[in-house]
């Protein structure tokens, strides 16, 4: 059953912000203005289209908390009990035991694996990069643990073990064009709150929280889908992206709890609360593209 978070967020979808026109939109201007650049742009009219974007960023962030600010003001704001009831999303989360994934495992054909594939390469907001912007003027233990993870992302300096590149060599053995256009809007949504979160610091927290309920939740899915891989006869080489995440979020997680969610609480209990909003809101997202996949590939 969804949680009431999922169906806050379903249920506001005849608002401007949860529809294609308005993700997709969203979606290139944060791949124009993250794009690195040569200073040969026209800074002004580049101010003035991201201070217009920014207030309707602000706006779609601001309904994404109002689904769930009744279920995060719920958590604990202590340390213990925080990450007691954070760790407990890996079963009570929107999206937890989604039946989406076991039939990747075990019955999806190619196609439909490569579809799936599509829609979330497309989406991936970089999970390298989101912890990067993250990690800014963050206190000490917490910035620590993710500069860590953000090592483990970058391959500890070897650029045959970076993620990113093993996604994009997945995305060569399968094929696929994973663009804005081809995409569903609930895939570009959930990138799109990802990054809305980690670029802007009043929301530094809520970013630490949604990419720690990431690193909580993923290694399951990770597993089925690799298992999906394996059974369309993909190498180990090929399908390394998911079987590695499969094992390494598991550590990821617990050390992502213990070194920069708990301390953070200790230090400011109301921290504990913007954490919260934050998984929340990544847990619904998932949920919400997890339902809409279910749609295009059982419908």
Known sequence: MASKAALGLRARAGSQFLTDSFQRGLAHWNRER???GLGDGDW?????????????EGAFLDELRAAVVAEAAKAPTDADGFVDWFEALK?????????????????????????????????????DDLVAMTQVKLPVRPKLELARNYWDEMGRGNARGMHGPMLDQLVETLAVTPVVENTVWESLCLAN???????????????????GVIELTAPGRSADVAQGLRRIGLSDRERRYFDLHAVLDVKHSADWNAEAIRPAVEEDPRRATAMAEG??????????????????LWG
């Open 193 to 211: 709150a990802m990054t809305a979160m980690a670029t802007t610091r009043c929301y530094a927290w809520h970013s630490v929280g949604a990419l």
């Open 279 to 296: 998984a929340l809101i990544r847990l619904a997202c998932g949920a919400r593209c997890f339902e809409r996949y279910r749609a295009e």
């Open 91 to 127: 079963q009570t989360g929107a999206g937890q035991g989604d039946a989406l994934f076991p039939w990747l495992a075990q019955e999806a054909t190619r196609d439909e694996l490569r579809w799936f594939f599509e829609q979330e390469a497309a989406g991936e907001a970089g999970f």
């Open 34 to 36: 993250l794009a690195p």
């Open 44 to 56: 002004r009219q580049a101010l003035d289209r991201d201070q217009r974007m920014l207030r309707l």
